[in-house]
């Protein structure tokens, strides 16, 4: 089966409209397409770590989510969504639901690799059934590569900091070789 491009895009949107993500916000782009990635009648239960695609698609009562959501703490989306995904299937295997559901969980590069890694870690270990989504939204997490530099405002602020850091000796090699 061939992907077609413009079928895709015609998908009814599962991210509503009138959500407060800033226009041409690298989050939103991915969620829309992650979502598009469903069939049209694919029941979604989609997890959400603390950060700025939560506060700005979710704001209670109000919610651009179309799909079933949860908004979790910023560093338990993993362990989260492993545990609603456990008793989802604990529920289907004593024959109480008929629904297919799929899990999906979003997160920030810090609330996936620096605080939220040993929830991911968990949910892989209990062979979760779930796509994790890790987007990079800006966090200064220690594993980030060298090419920060500004990358928030352009300052060179970040690379100031870490030549000093060098000249200290305090720094390792940030090359990226």
Request: hydrophobic residues 30%.
């Amino acid at each position: 089966m061939s992907y077609n491009f413009k079928e895709t895009m015609s998908k009814p949107e599962r991210l509503a409209p009138g959500h407060r993500m800033c226009a041409g916000c690298g989050g939103t782009i991915a969620v829309r397409n992650v979502l598009r990635g469903l069939h049209e009648g694919d029941k979604a239960v989609i997890g959400n770590a603390t950060g700025c695609l939560e506060v700005s698609t979710f704001t209670y009562p109000y919610t651009a989510w179309e799909d079933s959501y949860i908004h979790n703490a910023f560093e338990n989306a993993g362990a989260t969504l492993s545990g609603v995904e456990g008793a989802y299937r604990a529920l289907k295997r004593k024959g109480k639901l008929d629904e297919t559901y799929k899990f999906i969980t979003f997160g920030g590069d810090g609330g996936t690799y620096d605080i939220g890694f040993q929830s991911l870690s968990g949910a892989m270990e209990r062979n979760t059934d779930m796509v994790y989504v890790c987007y990079d939204n800006g966090y200064p997490t220690v594993f980030r590569d060298s090419h920060v530099c500004g990358h928030d405002d352009d300052s060179g602020r970040e690379c100031e900091q870490r030549e000093t850091a060098e000249q200290k000796g305090l720094g390792g090699d940030h090359s990226g070789a």
